[in-house]
């Protein structure tokens, strides 16, 4: 079942609706403001509902205070570098939003945008136009995202098909917290993600070819563990990261729907199994949080993001388009699908 009800407006009066999918007491909510996820509630070890989504408790609140929380995240999620995106010769320019990088999408993205929304069932279906040039990227993109929440998963299916050439790369950027939103720190959460391998970075954070093997190394999520053990370690990655913000790359063929990282936070005992068919994840340790949320201020490191996506930076950098491309031609269909499942123990 799905309900709704307005939630607020924005600055220049246009009407936010937040929309409920109920899965027996637990439930999650989704604004059809960048198709915000606003709320997940599910139990913990004791049967206690959770709130496990950092977010804002007012349109202000997302319009003010930043962070991309709970947002989808578009044209192109994470890094472009330089901002510099060549089709078939022809060099586009994108906005630079991030040390002289395009970052999310750029100045106005989809986390910015009221999206359509249509209720399908026990699913949400959020569908937007992004017009030709917007953002200077090519071709009008017909996107359409569909959100479900049944036995304990929180699916996400992507859609997208343009009229002409053009670069897509989509993806939500929740901020999650197993203990609960506002409870303060994530670093005790144990966290495993299936990944040889991450991408390592300029000093404004852009892959730029190469892989990083993480056996030996502070990015080793392999086997379980504390997200805060070695995040201060001397490591250069890490410290330009500002921590732990960096490409895992993930183990399946693109299009291959697998497991490929749990969290656990050992003060609910929450679990949070995490599955996708794209090629890799940006684990982010919230090193930037700062903001006022729903129950009081997100500090850093008060929550974590597990970003499924195609590397980033892909578009200028052959050996990582080959593992993913983001190049999405005329009148193809970009598929993709990521979900997120809750249970305690």
Known sequence: MITKRQFGTTADGKKVTAYTLHDGESSMTVLDLGGIVQQILVPDRNGKLTDVILGY??????????????????????RIGEGKLTIDGKEYRLYLNDRGNHLHGGKSGFDKKIWNAEIVGDRLKLSILSPDMEENYPGNLNVEV?????????????RAVSDRKTCVNLTNHAYFNLGGEGSGSALDHLLTIDSDYITPTSPTMIPEGGFRAVKGTPFDFNKPKEIGKEIEAA????????????????KNK???????????SPKTGIVMECFTDMP???FYAGNGL????????????????????????????????????????????YRFTAAYRFTAE
């Open 290 to 333: 700062n903001q006022e949320g729903k129950s009081g201020h997100y500090g850093k490191r008060n929550g974590f993001c597990l970003e499924t996506q195609a590397i980033p930076n892909n578009v200028n950098v052959p050996e990582y388009a080959a593992k993913g491309s983001s190049v999405l031609e005329a009148g193809q269909e």
């Open 280 to 282: 890799s994840v940006q």
């Open 57 to 78: 408790r007012d349109v202000a609140g997302y319009e003010n205070n930043g962070g991309y929380l709970g947002a989808l995240i578009g044209r192109f999620g994470n």
């Open 146 to 158: 569909t959100y479900s929440f049944a036995g304990g998963e929180w699916k996400i299916e992507y």
């Open 235 to 250: 490591d250069i990655d890490l410290k330009q990261g500002n921590g732990y913000d960096h490409c895992h790359v993930l």
């Open 254 to 264: 693109c299009g291959q729907y697998i497991k490929y990282a749990e969290v656990k």
